[in-house]
């Protein structure tokens, strides 16, 4: 069940969904303009958030930006007529090129077959839109490259790509005054490819964004929000185990024992995925 949440005093996100995919969307409500953060994955996912935060007098938005091309993110936006969308170029690009493809389940299942695309994902697409598939693609309005702010009045929005293995063009959004980091998925792994991988390189990078924002709160789209030392916690593991990685030459026995040795414990399901997910990765 999905219900509506609020951090400090002007950010307000709707919890996610699993079984049909839906990510939390967020809404940041300035003095002078509202900025929703992604579309989500159907009109409906757009409109059952918009709808709620109505009852709590919040307006609709007048921004609506894009954390990534994943469908998930965007498929709503043709809901949001009204508002500005604004994404990254390269967002923009990836979702050019969805646009023209068929979302039948025959399409579907063909592009599952091809490898372009994933079984999950088709499944969720099935469940979100099982009555009707009007699917309709919706550019952003604007594009930027790397960083933007918006002023919302008495609130402020840094956009900052940050990249990773997730996909290459996630942006996130720093809530500035509210000390809130919106990550969307970015640092999830590559699910698209054949096997699930985090890469060394992209990971270390994209930490290394992320620790610039000075945060309370991040915002992770398929889980919660989490504090800063849960954060902290999350990011010590992928960076320890993308050095290991490398330092052990994609030895998984001694990135084991390593990484056991510094956390002084034996490792849980969670630390153990991630390790094979950075061998599935190394090169």
Known sequence: MQSIERIGERFWYI???????????????????????????????????????????????DIVCLTHWHWDHIFGLSALTEAVSISSKETKQEIEKLIGLSWTDTALDERVQEGTEIEFCATAIKKEFSTHRDIAVTLPTLSFENR???????????????????????VVIYIKEEKILF???????????????????????MLELLETFDAEYYVLSHWKPISKAEFQQEAYMLREIAKLTESCKGEKPHIIKKYRDQVKRDL????????????????
């Open 15 to 61: 919890t996610p969904v699993s079984e049909t995919d839906r990510p939390i969307l967020g809404m940041v409500i300035g003095d002078q303009k509202t900025l929703m953060i992604d579309a989500g994955n159907s009109g409906a996912h757009a409109e059952y958030f918009l709808a709620e935060l109505t009852k709590r007098q919040v307006p609709r938005p």
């Open 148 to 170: 933007i702010e918006i002023d919302l009045g008495g609130v402020t929005c840094i956009l900052q790509h940050v990249g990773g293995d997730h996909a290459s063009d996630s």
């Open 183 to 205: 990550l969307g998925d970015c640092i999830y792994a590559d699910i698209y490819a054949e096997k699930r991988n985090y890469t060394i390189e992209k990971t270390l990078q």
């Open 268 to 283: 849980n399901e969670d630390e153990l995925e991630i390790i094979e997910e950075f061998l599935n990765g190394y090169k």
